[in-house]
């Protein structure tokens, strides 16, 4: 579909409207659209970013839980979006793309501001975001915008274990102390950082079906979990890779046996390997990883707005993927 729009257009796109499921479809083609146009300006002219699997998008948006905003032009079409996550007092903007025939009229400025406003209502301690490392015109376009860049996010891949060994799950648990449990998931988070809150993800990864949250367990006390999915992340691609979305840990050196437990979740939910994205705000916990035989995969670039800058746990390890 070609988007029309007049050789000059001021920022007259009609927006932020709220998105809703029917929107899905209009939602992939931005996305795809936008990001292959990014590539191919990186010089990557042979790749076309695929479509997401549709459910995936009815996470981000169910997640937003208000927060998934677009724009449309005057046909009614879709040019942008910006999808903003409050979990708890952790604030933080992904996906979001602007399509490239509207792009570099200064709407992608108000589809940003759009976000902060949102998640500055939403009394989030933190604001912020990840981008590509090596694209220096979005870093420099999001620091124009009172953003500063902070880590490495490192995505790092392990091979998926064959064992008998048994692994807490949160869905073989008896319903009537899932509740229970997800609170204990709650309170293990609270205690490394304030206010952070998995809570929403964890319950709409299960609604859903997309996977599953694995339990670290000592003395029927919760100390650590990892939320995990292990839907495939492409529309109509084979089931490869369990992705973990938040991982908490008491101590860094539990990371060791919660890292074990997901690599035989892995396997049995039919995934070759699991992919941990590690902030570089853990370099002990980077090694373990290592160690274990992690492979570095990619890397994008964590930023947060200035004034609204990320913590990091005094103690433990808090892996928060802000991406879907």
Known sequence: MTLARPPKRTVDAIGPQQAE?????????????????????????????????????????DDANGGALVWRNEFGDMVAFNIAH???????????????????????KAVVRAGIDWLSAHRT????????????????????????????????TLDAARSDAPVSLLSRMPASSRDDLVAACRSVTTARIPGYDYTREIRLTSELGL?????????GRVRGFALFHSVPLVEGRAREELRVLKLVVE????????????SIAARRTGTKRLAIRAQGDYPGAYRRLVALGGRVRWTDLRMAEAAHPEPIAANGVIYSNWEI
């Open 125 to 156: 301690a933190v604001i912020g975001l990840e981008t590509m490392p090596r694209t220096m015109d979005n870093i420099g376009f999001y620091s124009a915008l009172g953003f500063v860049p902070a880590r490495l996010t490192i995505t790092v």
């Open 21 to 61: 499921h029917a929107d899905i479809t209009e939602l992939n083609r931005v996305f795809s659209d936008a990001f292959t146009e990014r590539y191919r300006k990186d010089g990557m002219t042979g790749v076309r970013v695929p479509q997401l699997n549709p459910v995936i998008w009815r996470y981000a948006m």
């Open 86 to 108: 409050a979990s708890g007092t952790e604030g933080w903007m992904g996906p979001l793309a602007v399509h490239p025939e509207w792009q570099g009229i200064g709407l992608g």
């Open 251 to 262: 101590r860094e050196e539990d990371l060791d046996e919660l890292v074990r437990l997901l």
């Open 211 to 219: 996977g599953d949250t694995v339990l670290l367990e000592e003395g």
